[in-house]
Structure formats: structure tokens, C-alpha cells
């Protein structure tokens, strides 16, 4: 860059750069506002979108008391309007809720997938998977569950995960895994949340006891028979 000795030179220099690039830094200017305007014009209305998303939202929850019977199909009808939306996901949570109450298994576990799915944050997406392993071990799906289970949920959760875990265990016949899993809900502090859990596990140790008493008088009766045969 040339270094000027006078402010004549100067003031030369920006009048001809001025003449060269004028038109060039106008025009700028003027794209440069456009953009600005035009992101602004944008934003608004994203804005105004998610608002409208959110007034539909809290309309459609609403109705759930005030017309129960169509609030399945409104459901469904919102899902699939606003699919890339939060709140697609809550609305699934919720119709998961209905059909829960209806004890439509098969219909919860559906909506529960696709609160799994579509969830907007790690918490939301930790409440539909934990739902979800509920409802699949509610029907028997006791490897589905455990497959639910398998992937990573903030810690926050690791109580409600291995309290479901030792549910499925159980349920399998499991007894160790199944006292493994609650010792590690009840480590994670999941008493806080479920006091059941010590219970649950109180009866599986007493469940182990009397098996092992089972075993050591069915050990003793075969020990007094061979003794009688001799």
C-alpha cells in the first residue's frame, strides 16, 4: 500500500478510488441492506410459524378433555402436519397416554416409536424410550425391551433404565441379572423416584432364599433316602 506525504495526495487518492469504485461499493451497500432485511423478513416468519404451531398445539391438547373421541384422529392429523416439529413428538407422548389408558398396548408402543423418533432433546427422547420398554414389557416383548434399553440415556436416567432392565430380568426368570439391576437403580438414588424398588428387591432376595432352602431340603431328603436304601 502506498504510504501518502500529504493530505493533498490523499484526498486525491480516496476521490480516485472513489471514481473507480463507487458504483461497486454502492451497489454493496445496497445488497448487503437487502440480505439484512430479507434474513430479518425471514425470521419473522419462522417466528410467526412456531407460534402458530404452538397455539395448534395447546388447542389439540385442549380438546383431549373436551372431545376425547376425536382426539386420536386430530392427533395423528397434527403429527403429520408437523412432523419436523417439537412438537410432533410431544403430541405422540400423548396420544401414547390415551391408548395407555385405553390398554391398546399395540397402539402405545406406535406412538411411543415415533415420540422416540421425532424428539426434539435427549430428556424427551429418555421419557418415550423408558415408556416404550414399559408398554413392550407390558406385552411379553421382553427382548424388544431390552433392545430398547440398550442405547445411551443422559445419567439422569440410569435409575428408571435399570429398574425397567430388572423388571425384564425378572420376568425372564433372571434372578441374578434382575438383582444386579435393581442394586444399580437403587445406586443411581432410584428410591428418590421409586420407592417400590427396595421392595423389589427384598422380594427377590427372599424369592432366592427360599429356592436355596428348596434345594438344601430336597439335598437332605435324597441324602435320608440313600441312607434308608443302604
Do not use: C
Not at 500500500?1 to 484526498?11: A, D, G, K, L
Not at 432485511?37 to 398445539?57: M, P
Not at 425384564?168 to 424398588?197: C, F, H, M, W
Request: charged share 25%; net charge negative; proline share 2%.
Amino acid at each position: 500500500m502506498e504510504i501518502y506525504q500529504t493530505e493533498e495526495q490523499q484526498v486525491d487518492a480516496i476521490k480516485r478510488y472513489w471514481d473507480e469504485n463507487g458504483n461497486s461499493i454502492i451497489a454493496g451497500i445496497v445488497i448487503g441492506l437487502g440480505g439484512f432485511v430479507g434474513f430479518n423478513l425471514y425470521q419473522d416468519h419462522v417466528l410467526e410459524q412456531q407460534l402458530a404451531t404452538s397455539d395448534a398445539y395447546q388447542s389439540l391438547i385442549e380438546s383431549a378433555e373436551k372431545e376425547p373421541d376425536a382426539f386420536t384422529a386430530k392427533g395423528d392429523k397434527f403429527i403429520s402436519e408437523n412432523t419436523a416439529t417439537s412438537y410432533a413428538s410431544l403430541t405422540a407422548l400423548a396420544l401414547a397416554k390415551e391408548m395407555v389408558d385405553k390398554k391398546d398396548w399395540p397402539q402405545a408402543e406406535k406412538y411411543l416409536q415415533t415420540a422416540v423418533d421425532k424428539a426434539p432433546s435427549d430428556g424427551i427422547k429418555a421419557i418415550a424410550t423408558l415408556r416404550l420398554a414399559r408398554i413392550q414389557v407390558q406385552q411379553e416383548k421382553l427382548s424388544e425391551a431390552l433392545a430398547t434399553l440398550s442405547v445411551q440415556l443422559p445419567d439422569s436416567f440410569t435409575a428408571s433404565k435399570e429398574e425397567v432392565k430388572g423388571d425384564v430380568y425378572l420376568q425372564q426368570e433372571k434372578v441374578d441379572l434382575a438383582r444386579n439391576a435393581y442394586q444399580a437403580a437403587i445406586d443411581a438414588d432410584g428410591l428418590t423416584s421409586s420407592p417400590a424398588l427396595q421392595m423389589k428387591l427384598d422380594d427377590l432376595a427372599q424369592t432366592i432364599n427360599l429356592a436355596a432352602a428348596d434345594l438344601t431340603g430336597l439335598d437332605k431328603s435324597s441324602s435320608s433316602d440313600s441312607s434308608a436304601n443302604k
